[in-house]
């Protein structure tokens, strides 16, 4: 055998080991370990989407930090967590869930983030054979707001439907009151995707219900051209548009609006067309553009000072970019890490001091109560809405703010939390669920416990 | 019948677009006989090292020529690194290297500046123009201009200098060219290094639309059927390729997506390549091979 | 006398314009060796080309074995039992000498793609009648011994040999040889002249070849037809052709 | 030039392989053997993360391989194969679910297999790299079709699949266990009969069409069926492939795990592996599966913390990238060549 076929060999004998031990670690326990609460975080710094993902690990891993350095963990327990990259795929997702949901040094996994509207909807079944609840904030499936076909699933806060019905309850705030929603044409531009097909069935009950018409308008995957699209708009005219994008699709739709000369600040943005990362490349022509969000934007509220005071002064903030903190995502991943914690922090009251795992953390997301006490406690008030989970209701909020763009920076201009007509849309989304449950053989848990 | 004008021009404008992209893929086709998927990362790479220059407060035109000299030296470097080695290799193993290669460019661009979104101005009105009912994009007509000084920059380019005629003497026959005295090697180098400027007019064009940010790389899935309708060959054919998958496809998006229910963009101008194809298997204006037994 | 194997009648051929063959009539006989001879650029290999459907003729008509065609598709050909070598290297060059002459069987498979894949009854048999057929040619032709090589690491007067292999398998009535000598020393040569006399008796095939080399062809075949720029300037036995005026003016006299 | 061409392929597909063949079946069967017996040892991460993706991208690399390495028809096209045989599969296990779960897969293969072979009508005229271009029509139209058409994942809000209950004579295979067994029996038996299919008139067809298609007519090859044959084969078994992905892997699934990446990643695994070889084809899925989860693991236990979490994954993806280009330069039969290399090197060894 050639020596350089024997070099080659043994360098492939290397990675072999280096494999096999790094799966090794990742596999021994310690004892010592076992005080600390292991969130693994599936995050996607690589790939079309990674500008908009930065931001959320640094608000998250930011509040860990904060629990761990001013709180000294919550009620004692640190927290620890690492990262692992999905690339926003669903294969790679499944990897890191794979990966991770053993938990880490005998600490188990609470709560899986996983960070992708795709994921999470292949994890839906995995995890509730696993145990370990995933928290969707603000995408995955709508339907599993239904806790008892879907226990794992947890869309807290603010699902697609709610987000719709809300932009809908902000026109007619601006119009003066729903019954002057009659008549108006509300278009919405969305991405011609799972995710952006979401809000197809409630719009439509809900212009049936209010006598606006609906007009769906799709921008094809990824969204760099959107000539065709709005010359339609053009054509037909409508008062409103309701632009769910998700990465490049958001600044061209905006600049293309420009061009054919729709007036920006009748466009409102979706939760993930709502961020600076979409607004900011559009340019001056993004000023007066309008989004619905349910992670406010701003670095005043109080969580935000004590964050700036105890870890970005101190060097300790994962934000690769100062100008970031308190920018939308941000304080979507502070929102995030929030519910996280008071999660766990309910299940502990309920299990006891110790690291929980993601049987009692389902339990804790579903009696989870975040008053407005708590958050004032918190200093979130104004950045998260009041929310009170249940087995029935996996939702809790379904309130967002409109913000609106002033070139700079984002200013709330709606009148607090506009409200989404959940009592209107829950009975169709339980329909929807108990569909889901018959096909696949899922029989409901009884929600009365 | 003005939507449709309107549509139609719009289309037209945004086909402009993806021909700026796709002549930079015919040039290193010609020269090196390879579809060059990784042309995508530069036009990326491009945008982003101009953005960032000017971000810490670069003059615009410092950091123009500043990125010019990195593209041209990256895509000197792709040629001598990867395409040398692979010289003779089939040609979808040559594609998919320059696949590869993208994923290596694309690490290390982001590496080096990051992989957040940034605005970039070239300071070009766009208000739109109305003639008639008719509205058209400042910014639009101003990309189709760049284009056509581009365009008619490569052809004096090709059809005049001497780089420009042994290059074309290359594609028939190797040592025609080495007859007129140029190196194929520095030959090779003198057309990637054109295709990284182009890649760098592209860059900002497109970055000024949409934003600097790793989207940019998806621009060559437009490019490439442009390509296959114009020829590989041809930066004519890159032109009119591109003037038909814009205009078509928007059209197509009006009115086929009505009926089909819409986002018929994303495979229209392939379908339509493919039925170019059958009647022309080279493409309109690409060379056609001489079978011979 | 029986009906000739194959009538051209007027066939022309051009290539943007420049006429490749121009008008060209003539017979071959069954049973017979015809030799075209002409220098190169004569239209011989496109006159192939025609014959069996690689190219199409612009006009004139052919006939083989009693049916008239212009055009032709190059599988119909095969299976009329025009078989063909060619004059640059198109053998299957990653395949061993058996699959390239196997290959060759091929259009006799009566076997489907499912019984291929699961390997039933006539599959089987069909496989083994295939073996024997194949290494009886490659016995024929002295081949036994490369059997198993790879065709491109064989040398070049070995792979002709391959190639004609592949054309005789399949026992075609006529079978077409497009300079199966070219680049053979005189040894190879002799050689590959007893295998195609051979294959013309043992098999009765007619043969129509394509040749340079004077003393070959006239040691070879039965019937000789000279082109010179798409014309026919000569046809008839070799002694016919070797006095022919024409011919010596337009060919013989320019060959050293 | 020739987009496929397979110039550096020597020696592929002859049958002078007997002498060592005991040997083969037997290492093949002491290997199928050692994977059956691998739920015993491995985890829920091994199964689900590593071995299942990389079965089936195994399969999925023998359907293009059989196009692309033996047929010489290049295509991009297969992730689009992919998604039909998923959605196939899905609806055949939802309209008519008394069918059995094998024959499900196959009838979604042969689905697949037609869809293929319309998609394949155009290599009767276009070839080399038109071609593999035109095969994108393919991709992006399917990728669209089951987007767009609510019908075919049954009206979900989602317009994305869930696997059935998976099960074979009453055995319940969604487990980890079930489900790898499952992979593992069709891995290995769509490769017995693909190494059948190879070694046949078929295969021989095939060859000869991928080495010199004008030749292959002149002496009465059907070259046009052949090709379409292949197509159809091809795409049968990327159909079951991407049933499998669906089901037997990720669980739930829209459109998109069935785009041009995907497609990219199978074209990868044969180039990389080897084109016209059926090892290559699991060499190529080992290279495109695991390599990145290698560099991951040793990018985190050697640098964890110590870089930032971005730019780790940006090295990772560039290092991954300069790995695919230098074994493409430095391989150019692929990486099965190499270790048929170094099997011969052991095997003679051994029987000295």
Same mark, same amino acid.
């Given at each position: ?84 990259? @999905?690339?926003?795929? *669903? ?127 799709? *921008? ?185 763009? =002033? ?10 939390? +506009? ?18 449950? !018959? ?11 | ?14 086909? *402009? ?10 040039? &290193? ?29 670069? =003059? ?151 934003? +600097? ?68 298997? @080279? ?11 | ?48 080309? &025609? ?161 340079? =080399? ?43 | ?18 002498? !060592? ?103 009767? !005229? ?60 069709? *891995? ?44 159809? +084969?091809?795409?049968?078994? &990327? ?85 695919? +280009? ?27």
């Amino acid at each position: 055998m050639s020596i350089r076929k024997q070099k080659r060999i043994t360098s492939r004998a290397i990675g072999l080991a280096a494999l096999v031990l790094s799966l090794a670690v990742g596999a021994t326990a310690s004892a010592e370990d076992a005080k600390t609460q292991y969130f693994p975080l599936a995050t996607f710094r690589v790939g079309a989407y990674a500008s908009s993902g930065i931001p959320v690990w640094a608000g998250e891993i930011d509040y860990f930090r904060y629990i761990n350095e001013v709180e000294g963990g919550i009620n004692g327990i640190k927290l620890v967590w690492d990262e692992c990259e @999905t690339n926003w795929e *669903v294969e790679k997702g499944i990897e890191c869930y794979e990966r991770v949901k053993a938990g880490k040094n005998g600490s188990p996994v609470p709560i899986f983030l996983p960070h992708g509207d795709p994921i999470s909807k292949a994890l839906t079944e995995k995890s509730v054979a696993d145990k370990i609840p995933l928290v969707t904030i603000a995408y995955g499936r709508t339907e599993a707001i239904d806790g008892r076909v879907f226990p794992y699933s947890f869309p807290v806060v603010f699902s697609f439907w709610s987000e719709a019905s809300s932009a809908v309850n902000f026109i007619a705030e601006k119009v003066g009151g729903k019954d002057k929603l009659k008549g108006l044409k509300i278009a919405t531009v969305y991405h011609d995707s799972p995710y952006g097909k979401e809000t197809q069935v409630p719009l439509a009950h809900l212009a049936k219900t209010y006598g606006f018409e609906d007009i769906q308008i799709p *921008v094809p995957h990824p969204g760099n051209e959107q000539s065709a699209q709005w010359a339609k708009i053009r054509q037909l005219k409508p008062d409103w548009v309701f632009l769910r994008g998700w990465g490049v699709m958001t600044p061209v739709a905006i600049k293309t609006a420009a061009k054919v000369g729709f007036p920006v600040d009748h466009i409102i943005g979706g939760i993930w067309s709502g961020s600076e990362e979409d607004v900011r490349p559009a340019g001056a022509v993004g000023k007066g553009y309008l989004a619905i969000t349910p992670f406010p934007a701003g670095a005043n509220f109080e969580i935000h000072q004590k964050l700036k005071k105890h870890i970005l002064d101190k060097g300790l903030s994962d934000l690769k970019d100062p100008k970031s903190f308190g920018s939308v995502y941000y304080n979507s991943g502070v929102d995030e890490a929030i519910v996280a914690v008071e999660a766990i922090r309910t299940a502990q009251a309920h299990f006891g001091v110790r690291p929980i795992n993601g049987e009692e953390a389902q339990w804790g997301l579903e009696h989870l109560d975040l008053s407005e006490k708590r958050l004032a406690e918190i200093g979130a008030t104004g950045l998260q809405q009041p929310l009170k989970l249940s087995a029935k209701d996996h939702e809790g909020g379904g309130a967002g703010k409109v913000l609106q763009w =002033d070139g700079e920076k984002w200013n709330v201009v709606s009148n607090g939390w +506009v409200k989404s007509d959940r009592e209107l849309l829950l009975p169709l989304i339980y329909e929807r669920a108990a569909a889901y449950a !018959r096909e696949r053989g899922i029989t409901p848990r009884d929600a009365t416990n | 019948m003005s939507f449709f004008v309107e549509t139609f021009i719009g289309g037209l404008l945004a086909g *402009v677009m993806y021909s700026l992209v796709a002549i930079g893929f015919v040039l &290193i086709y010609k020269a090196s006989g390879v579809f060059n998927f990784a042309q995508g990362s530069m036009v990326l790479c491009a945008g982003l090292t101009f953005v960032t220059m000017r971000d810490r407060g670069i =003059d615009f035109w410092l950091a123009g020529l500043i990125t010019l000299t990195i593209m041209v030296a990256i895509a000197i470097a792709v040629e001598r690194v990867v395409l040398r080695p692979l010289v003779n290799r089939p040609q979808i193993t040559l594609f998919m290297a320059t696949l590869g290669l993208s994923f290596v460019i694309e690490g290390i661009a982001q590496i080096a500046m990051g992989a957040s979104v940034h605005e970039l101005d070239l300071g070009i009105v766009d208000t739109p123009i109305t003639v008639g009912e008719v509205q058209v994009s400042q910014f639009d007509l101003v990309a189709a201009a760049t284009a056509g000084v581009l365009v008619i920059a490569l052809s004096i380019f090709f059809n005049w200098t001497r780089v420009g005629i042994a290059l074309r003497a290359i594609a028939d026959d190797p040592l025609a060219a080495r007859s007129i005295g140029i190196r194929l090697q520095t030959l090779w180098q003198i057309v990637w290094g054109v295709a990284g400027f182009v890649s760098l007019v592209a860059g900002l064009l497109w970055g000024a639309r949409q934003g +600097v940010q790793f989207a940019l790389t998806l621009v060559v899935l437009k490019a490439l059927p442009v390509l296959i309708i114009g020829g590989f060959t041809s930066i004519t054919g890159a032109i009119v390729g591109g003037l038909i998958v814009g205009a078509s496809d928007s059209l197509a998006e009006i009115y086929l997506g009505s009926l089909l229910g819409g986002s018929v963009s994303t495979w229209f101008s392939y379908v339509l390549a493919v039925g170019f194809l059958l009647v022309r298997p @080279t493409g309109l204006f690409g060379d056609a091979p001489i079978e011979r037994i | 006398m029986a009906e000739p194997i194959l009538q051209l009648r007027d066939v022309s051929l051009s290539f943007k314009g420049i006429k490749a063959l121009n008008a060209l009539s003539f017979d071959v006989e069954r049973g017979e060796i015809c030799a075209l001879i002409g220098p190169n650029g004569a239209g011989k290999s496109s006159l192939l080309n &025609i014959i069996n459907g690689v190219y199409r003729a612009d006009s004139g008509s052919v006939s083989f074995d009693g049916e008239r065609f212009v055009r032709i598709r190059p599988a119909r050909a095969a299976h009329l039992g025009i078989g063909r070598t060619f004059q640059h290297n198109a053998l299957f060059r990653h395949l061993s000498v058996l699959d390239n002459v196997l290959a060759g069987l091929i259009r006799h498979s009566r076997t489907t793609l499912i019984e291929h894949a699961f390997g039933l009854g006539r599959d089987r048999s069909e496989t083994r009648a295939f073996g024997r057929r194949a290494d009886e040619i490659i016995g024929f032709l002295d081949l036994a011994r490369h059997r198993d090589r790879v065709v491109s690491t064989l040398p070049y007067g070995v792979q002709k040999r391959v190639d004609l292999a592949r054309a005789l398998v399949g026992r075609p009535s006529l079978l077409l040889l497009d300079e199966p000598m070219a680049g053979m020393n005189q040894d190879e040569k002799r050689e590959m002249s007893s295998f195609v006399l051979e294959a013309n008796r043992s098999f009765r095939t007619t043969v129509v070849l394509i040749e340079h =080399d004077m003393s070959v062809v006239m040691g070879l075949s039965h019937h000789v037809v000279v082109l010179d720029y798409g014309r026919k300037v000569g046809d008839g036995t070799p002694e016919e052709v070797r006095r022919n005026p024409d011919v010596i003016a337009a060919y013989l006299g320019t060959v050293h | 030039m020739t987009a496929i061409g397979t110039d550096t392929i020597e020696g592929f597909g002859s049958t002078d392989e007997t002498a !060592r063949s005991w040997l083969r079946i037997a290492l093949a069967v002491a290997l199928l053997a050692g994977l059956a017996a691998v739920p015993l040892v491995a985890n829920d991460y091994w199964l689900n993360a590593v071995l299942i993706p990389f079965l089936i991208m195994s399969l999925t690399a023998l359907g293009l391989n059989l196009l692309m390495g033996y047929a010489g028809q290049a295509s991009l096209g297969s992730g689009g194969f992919m998604a039909v045989g998923a959605y196939a599969t899905y609806n055949i296990l939802l309209r008519l679910p008394e069918l059995p779960l094998p024959v499900n897969l196959l009838l979604g293969g042969v689905i697949s297999g037609l869809v293929g072979v319309i998609a394949g009508l155009p290599s009767l !005229r276009i070839k080399g790299f038109y071609l593999v271009a035109s095969t994108l029509a393919a991709q992006f139209v399917l990728e669209w079709l089951f987007n767009q058409y609510g019908w075919f994942s049954n009206y979900s809000t989602s317009s994305s699949i869930s696997a059935p209950r998976l099960a074979i004579l009453g055995h319940d295979l969604s487990s980890p266990t079930g489900r790898y067994l499952l992979t593992l029996a069709t *891995v290995a038996i769509v490769t017995v009969v693909a190494i059948r299919l190879v070694r046949s008139q078929t295969g021989r067809t095939w060859m000869a069409i991928r080495d010199m298609d004008t030749a292959a007519s002149v002496i009465g090859i059907p070259v046009a069926a052949g090709k379409l044959k292949a197509f159809f +084969v091809s795409s049968l078994v &990327i159909g079951i492939a991407g049933a499998l992905w669906a089901f037997a892997y990720l669980g739930t699934v829209d459109a998109r795990s069935f785009n041009l990446d995907r497609s990219f990643q199978v074209m990868f695994a044969i180039i990389i592996g080897g084109m016209g070889s059926i090892s290559g084809n699991y060499v190529g899925a080992a290279f495109m599966i695991l390599l990145p989860i290698l560099l991951d693991h040793v990018g985190g236990a050697v640098f964890g913390g110590a870089i930032d979490p971005g730019q780790l994954e940006n090295l990772q993806k560039a290092l991954f990238g300069a790995l695919i +280009v230098w074994f493409l330069i430095k391989e150019p039969r692929g990486l099965a060549a190499l270790l048929s290399r170094a099997w011969t090197q052991l095997a003679s060894r051994f029987e000295r």
